[in-house]
């Protein structure tokens, strides 16, 4: 696994274990959906509050994805609060996921991601600013 930033990765293995996992396996859902949308331009993973965070500095495409702990779950998948990502995935997917308001879909363990949902939520923070 490949980091644009040794610093990156430093904050990747600081994590307690359960949660770099799913930290990661999010982490390869985000530059995945990005491969599939051109018109993002690259995506950058960069450190935003000390977490791996995903933009598209070129196009501006996106609202800023970000990954960490969340003190009422092991792992998150953060978007930017005054964005409506999460509140349009909690539309589209009501009562399916563990939500903190309109700022975090939460996880206990790896087996909570479900790559479908997910990538509907991705791909509408990676292409935020486009709609």
Known sequence: MTFPDPKIKEVFDAYPPPARAGLLALRDLILEEAKSLPEI???????RWGQPSYITPERKAATTLRLGTHKQAQFAIFAHCQSTVIADYA?????WDRLDGNRAVLFDS??????FRLRSLIRHALTYHLN
């Open 110 to 115: 790896t087996d909570q991601i479900e790559p």
């Open 41 to 47: 331009g690259e995506v950058s993973e960069v450190l």
């Open 91 to 95: 539309m589209r997917f009501p009562g």
